[in-house]
């Protein structure tokens, strides 16, 4: 899969790997869905609360930023070669995020463009079942680039993986 990254916000030089981090994300959330990465291409943008506040607006009707927006290509949900998609990330949301959860901003960036994938795939939270299934490949994925369950407390003493998530499938 190729990845393209466009940093349109240079709050975003706050994570200087994300290039990286971008493409090891997809890898692992290829990996944990076992299967391989499409021939396709994905891009990610790294811009400013006020873009995304406007697509927000304009595509979901929606006031204000939020921290992630995917906008899946013409054909839907991995449709596979082509175009996969578009993630794009508000750096002020984010980092904002990142600080009241207590987690560094790298490892909350990895998660939103998980998460941001997996919508492209198909994947959605719009209930109880179909959240719980998300998160848990959320949780499985940054356990594979070695990063902690995104969804317990940062703060909280033993904040590591939560092993009954990482063993289903």
């Known amino acids: 899969m190729e990845i393209d990254v466009l940093t349109e916000d240079d709050a975003w030089l706050a994570v200087p790997e994300r290039e990286a981090l971008a493409r090891r994300a997809a890898r692992a959330v290829f990996g944990v869905l076992e299967r391989p990465e499409p021939p396709s291409e994905l891009s990610i943008v790294f811009t400013g609360d006020a873009a995304v506040a406007e697509l927000n607006r304009q595509w979901r009707g929606k006031a204000g930023p939020t921290n992630v927006l995917s906008f899946p290509a013409a054909g839907g949900a991995g449709a596979g070669a082509g175009t996969l998609g578009d993630i794009v990330l508000a ?8 600080e009241a959860q207590g987690k560094p901003l790298a490892n909350h960036t990895a998660h939103l463009m998980i998460h941001g994938l997996l919508h492209l795939l198909g994947y959605d939270h719009a209930d109880d079942a179909t959240a719980d299934a998300m998160e848990r490949l959320e949780i499985r994925a940054m356990a594979r680039l ?3 369950d995104p969804y317990e407390d940062a703060t909280a003493p033993g904040r590591a993986v939560r092993p009954e998530l990482l063993d289903e499938r």
């Open 91 to 98: 750096a002020g949301v984010v980092a904002a995020e990142a």
């Open 146 to 148: 070695g990063l902690p």
